[in-house]
């Protein structure tokens, strides 16, 4: 699973919310490490479950997107991490 693949996954479909890795409905959300290890989502299998099945104001995207593409997201998301 690419990096780019992911890449391009989040800028279409979660970048209108999460710029720069912030979180415009709930702020103190944010896409930054410290923040997903605080709310457990510091690992493949809980980003693609709140990415398939959404979350509060995150709306679940398991309809419009494969398993694959859901884990290249989830990837994208760990390795970038908003500058740790």
């Not at 709140?50 to 760990?78: E, H, V």
């Amino acid at each position: 699973m690419g990096s780019l693949e992911g890449e391009a996954l989040f800028f279409s479909m979660c970048n209108a919310c999460h710029v720069n890795g912030t979180n415009s409905i709930l702020p103190e959300k944010d896409l930054k490490r410290a923040t997903l290890v605080l709310n457990g989502l510091n690992s493949m299998e809980a980003l693609s479950y709140l990415i398939t099945n959404g979350k509060n104001g995150m709306p679940a995207f398991g309809d419009r997107l494969n398993a694959a593409q859901i884990d290249q997201i989830a990837n994208f998301l760990l390795q970038n991490n908003w500058k740790k």
